[in-house]
């Protein structure tokens, strides 16, 4: 199975994607890119247009400049990589109108902590934020604290009785190791929402000793899609079953890509490619039809601290410097969580640390995953790079786990 949706299913739908394909004829650096693709009235038409990666996407958007029929036009961070922030279109409401359809895990009665960070054109608090208004539930919009506020916060959350929370699987480590290690019990917490990674197993252990109540409920998706799928806590936690408006596709070569049936979406999303690869199978949930499952991604993009780091466009930017031969970047982790990232230069630097000061002020994920200490990012001039000792190959990033 290579579709979500079925011929029938999709083919109202398709309508949505020929206008969209006309938007993307009309982009100047497209120019003869879509000229021999008939507009796609069948799954099979469809799959033979070609792909957008977000560089694509980037340039669309660059000239469409699209904005919403109703309410304002947000635009949001869609990239968190190297250089100036990338942007993705939003109408208000961020489209979770067409989610709560088909998705209703907060309740009116609910109690709801956005532990998302707020601001910098993030998207995901205001997307959750737009999820709780529709439920009618309370809500705490709490967003990021500093390490020496979680105490009298997580008092806070369990004198307030909180039955959910949601944030980044990172995000919500901190929460609940912060919890345990002072003996703080949630004991009313019953849903924990996720979205922006994967999920972490090793949260279940916290989870179990805070909140034995609690399971999680996670969405997936991007800044470009917007949310694609969600599952339960009786799914698996890399498995998702996409909305009846967001076509998924698995291609040949095993990469999904991804197609809005929405009317009202303002990106051009037109078999996008995020970057995951994928498979389309039944949930061991038992519900109807094929869920997405995801294997993880397959471009050079690292998660640090819940944002993507674009390891490619990092290592060009340092190995433009002269007397550098080649560069790596080492993310060092415990427990799942990445707590430095290190340039490792060969070659000859006279200046690392300005070029660290500089990498650290224009990378929006290095700037952003380490405000609050920004000493565990460094550059470093190394005798050799880390190589595989069993194939000699030498990746442009490698992941340690200390413990």
Not at 121 to 150: K, N, P, Q
Not at 225 to 234: A, E, L, M
Not at 254 to 272: E, I, K, Q
Not at 328 to 339: F, N, S, Y
């Amino acid at each position: 199975m290579t579709f979500s949706l079925t011929e029938a299913a999709a083919a109202d739908g398709l309508a949505v994607a020929r206008r969209t394909l006309e938007l993307l004829r009309g982009v100047p650096e497209f120019e003869g890119r879509y000229a021999s693709c008939p507009a796609p009235y069948t799954l099979a038409e469809l799959a033979a247009l070609p792909p957008l990666a977000k560089d694509d996407l980037n340039t669309a958007l660059a000239h469409l400049e699209p904005a919403a029929e109703h309410g304002a036009t947000w635009l949001f961070q869609s990239g968190g990589s190297t250089g100036a922030p990338k942007v993705g279109y939003a109408p208000t409401g961020f489209y979770m109108a067409k989610v709560f359809e088909h998705w209703q895990p907060l309740e009116r009665d609910d109690v709801f902590v956005n532990a998302w960070g707020a601001g910098r054109m993030w998207g995901a608090h205001f997307l959750a934020a737009g999820l709780a208004d529709l439920s009618g539930c309370r809500v705490i919009a709490l967003g990021s604290v500093t390490a020496e506020e979680y105490p009298q916060w997580l008092g806070f959350l369990a004198d307030r009785k909180v039955t959910a929370i949601g944030g980044t699987p990172s995000v919500l480590r901190l929460w609940f190791a912060h919890a345990r290690a002072a003996g703080i019990e949630l004991p009313s917490l019953r849903k924990v929402l996720w979205l922006g990674e994967a999920w972490q197993p090793q949260l279940e252990d916290d989870l179990a000793a805070v909140a034995p109540k609690a399971r999680r409920h996670g969405m997936f998706g991007s800044t470009e899609t917007w949310v694609v799928g969600s599952n339960s806590p009786d799914c698996p936690a890399d498995t998702f079953h996409p909305f009846p408006h967001q076509l998924v596709h698995v291609g040949d070569d095993g990469l999904l890509d991804f197609t809005s049936l929405d009317p009202a979406m303002l990106n051009p999303v037109l078999r996008y490619r995020t970057g995951d690869a994928g498979e389309l199978d039944p949930c061991p949930c038992g519900r109807p039809g094929p869920a997405m499952r995801v294997l993880g991604r397959r471009d050079n993009v690292v998660q640090v601290r819940g944002l993507g780091l674009h390891v490619d466009e990092l290592l060009a930017r340092v190995e433009r410097e002269p007397g550098v031969a080649r560069a790596q970047v080492l993310v060092t982790e415990r427990g799942g969580r990445a707590q430095g990232v290190d340039v490792l230069v060969l070659g000859s630097l006279p200046d690392p640390q300005a070029l660290r000061r500089e990498l650290l002020s224009a990378t929006f994920t290095l700037s952003t995953a380490f405000v609050h200490d920004p000493e565990n990012v460094r550059v470093r001039v190394v005798d050799a790079l880390i190589s595989n000792e069993r194939t000699g190959k030498t990746a442009g990033f490698v992941v340690r786990e200390e413990s």
